[in-house]
């Protein structure tokens, strides 16, 4: 089990690469539904974050895996950042 703290560590840095993510998406331009959808996940996860008990991640991870079956080119990882496969970095 990941430790609350840990957790929200990485729920900032999913938050910090969704947000780097719709920019680049909308640079590139032609991607209007999927920052939509990015940024409807991205809403929600501050609450994740808001009290001092363990985030409970079911919700979240449920988004994020719908969003990676509906975008299979997606830049970022998240679901392997929310389960500790991927290693935090600084930014």
């Given at each position: 089990m990941i430790a609350a703290t840990d957790v929200r560590d990485r729920l900032r840095y999913v938050i910090h690469l969704g947000l780097v993510d719709i920019r680049n998406l909308a640079f590139a331009g032609g991607?209007?539904?999927?920052?939509?959808?990015?940024?409807?996940?991205l809403e929600i996860l501050p609450a994740a974050m808001g009290n001092d008990s363990e985030p409970d991640l079911t919700v979240i991870h449920e988004e994020f895996e719908r969003y990676e079956l509906e975008y299979p080119k997606h830049r970022y990882k998240f679901?392997?950042?929310l389960d500790g496969k991927q290693d935090?970095?600084?930014y």
């Amino acid at each position: 089990m990941i430790a609350a703290t840990d957790v929200r560590d990485r729920l900032r840095y999913v938050i910090h690469l969704g947000l780097v993510d719709i920019r680049n998406l909308a640079f590139a331009g032609g991607h209007d539904q999927q920052i939509a959808d990015l940024a409807d996940i991205l809403e929600i996860l501050p609450a994740a974050m808001g009290n001092d008990s363990e985030p409970d991640l079911t919700v979240i991870h449920e988004e994020f895996e719908r969003y990676e079956l509906e975008y299979p080119k997606h830049r970022y990882k998240f679901l392997d950042i929310l389960d500790g496969k991927q290693d935090v970095h600084s930014y």
